[in-house]
């Protein structure tokens, strides 16, 4: 397996542009987590998913941030409209059996908003 | 919610020395005790974990120890090597599992010859 795949693995947009992160979990998997990383905050998780369905999305900072999963190989996490301050790298994780093993990270996505 | 301080921020150590890591949480009912380690440019990658009914847990130079009592765990690398160097994570759950990780802020290891 090649593991949880992200792309694109840096974007740099214009703020105000609406930007969408993608994330492939591990086949098989069937939780899948988006979190953020930055200098000031460390990692933080925004949301999760359960079986395809959002289970926690408290860590979403605003009404700017969506995530999706309309499959279970597939997750988009979308900002509109995209500001300075969400420049940061993004990961996506996925373990399997409900998130019994460990949550392994895709190569995340280098997020800069200009 | 969760809240987890760990320490130091950076860490230089000899190689062939031993670094230990901690960190502390506030959740009593965290359960789930994983280490990340996360070389410069790449993911974070599991390197241990420790659950809330065992105290201890190795690795080969790798030890993970757990105070319940008093809501710490630690880190320990034994005969550091250069490729030790990176920033380590610590995390806390409180579902048992890998789902909402709440993570330390990293403590940068570096091994010097």
């Known amino acids: 397996d090649a593991g949880v795949i992200q792309s694109p693995r840096h974007e740099v947009t214009e703020m105000g542009q609406e930007v969408t992160l993608r994330c492939k979990p591990i086949s098989g998997h069937n939780s899948l987590f988006w979190y953020r990383q930055t200098m000031m905050r460390g990692l933080e998780l925004l949301i999760y998913?359960?079986?395809?369905?959002?289970?926690?999305d408290s860590g979403m900072p605003e009404d700017r941030f969506s995530a999706k999963m309309p499959n279970a190989s597939f997750s988009t996490l979308k900002i509109q409209p995209s500001e300075p301050r969400d420049s940061a790298v993004y990961f996506c994780?996925?373990?399997?059996?409900?998130?019994?093993?460990?949550?392994?990270f895709g190569q995340g996505t280098r997020l800069t908003v200009v | 919610g969760e809240n987890v301080e760990q320490h130091p921020s950076t860490l230089s150590v000899q190689e062939g020395d031993s670094a230990v890591i901690k960190c502390t949480y506030s959740d009593s009912a965290s359960n789930y005790f994983p280490w990340y380690k996360q070389e410069l440019g790449k993911r974070p990658q599991l390197i241990i974990d420790i659950r809330s009914n065992v105290g201890e847990k190795k690795d080969q130079r790798i030890a993970v120890t757990l105070n319940k009592t008093a809501k710490h765990f630690s880190l320990h690398i034994t005969e550091t090597q250069p490729e030790d160097s990176a920033v380590y994570f610590c995390a806390a759950s409180s579902t048992g599992t890998a789902s909402k990780l709440t993570f330390g802020t990293g403590t940068r290891l570096q091994v010097t010859l």
């Open positions: 994780a996925s373990s399997d059996r409900v998130g019994r093993t460990e949550a392994f």
């Open positions: 998913f359960n079986n395809n369905v959002p289970i926690d």
